[in-house]
């Protein structure tokens, strides 16, 4: 059974920073590994996909990359800012067809100013 | 943009009462899931469905039924409400394929009293 895992589970920074939040999961037969963002009270709203074939995904100050051998993935976020703040979450697909995602618990990021 | 919409934000309702929790995409997308979310348990998938009438189980599908009989609403019921059923409740669709996100809705927040 797939199991995702996040640390740290918390993380608190001050504006500027470099930061990088890991994901790890069990079982390296995957189809795509997915970061999203998740504000209090919110859904999720997705950031980066990166499919089993590809090593890494870029989209402005967010790069992720994944190691499906190792079955690692990190996200690294640039020069963060306040506004970067809320929990991230890692998920990765376990069905090519219907997109099952299993999810990892989060991150919850503060970034101060 | 995909806009996925949930009925409601919040709800609160009685042991006993049977609960439909309400959701529609606008994208005609062919994937709609069903997760419930809770401190420390993450994101856990109820039921899915990849077309009209179609369903699958999720991993914690006791307690709950699905119906989708138009492409762009997908329902969640509550045959008989617990208290152990409270909880936030999340909507996602998608588009059938590896390289697909899944979008989410807002959550409803439901109270089980």
């Known amino acids: 059974k797939q199991e995702v895992t996040q640390i740290p589970a918390a993380l608190s920074v001050p504006e500027g920073e470099n930061l990088v939040l890991n994901c790890s999961f069990t079982?390296?037969?995957?189809?795509?590994l997915q970061w999203f963002r998740q504000d209090p009270g919110k859904g999720l709203t997705s950031l980066l996909l990166?499919?089993?074939?590809?090593r890494e995904q870029t989209s402005g100050r967010l790069n992720a990359s994944l190691d499906k051998s190792s079955g690692r993935s990190t996200l690294y976020i640039a020069a963060s800012q306040p506004g970067d703040s809320a929990t991230y979450l890692c998920?990765?697909?376990?069905?090519?067809?219907?997109?099952?995602?299993?999810f990892g618990t989060g991150t919850r990021l503060l970034v101060s100013p | 943009d995909v806009k996925v919409t949930q009925s409601s934000r919040y709800l609160v309702k009685r042991t006993g009462e049977k609960v439909f929790l309400e959701c529609v995409q606008d994208?005609?997308?062919?994937?709609m899931f069903w997760y419930r979310q809770d401190p420390g348990l993450g994101l856990r998938l109820i039921y899915f469905?990849?077309?009209?009438?179609?369903?699958e189980k999720g991993d914690i599908p006791e307690g709950y039924s699905v119906s989708r009989e138009k492409k762009e609403r997908f329902s969640l019921i509550l045959e008989s409400a617990s208290t152990n059923q409270t909880s936030m409740y999340l909507c996602?669709?998608?588009?059938?394929?590896?390289?697909?996100?899944?979008?989410f809705g807002d959550g409803t927040r439901l109270s089980i009293l």
């Open positions: 994208m005609d997308h062919e994937n």
């Open positions: 996602a669709s998608s588009l059938t394929g590896a390289e697909r996100s899944q979008h």
């Open positions: 990166i499919q089993s074939s590809q």
């Open positions: 079982d390296s037969a995957i189809y795509n």
């Open positions: 998920a990765v697909s376990v069905n090519t067809g219907f997109q099952k995602l299993v």
């Open positions: 469905s990849y077309d009209v009438k179609m369903k």
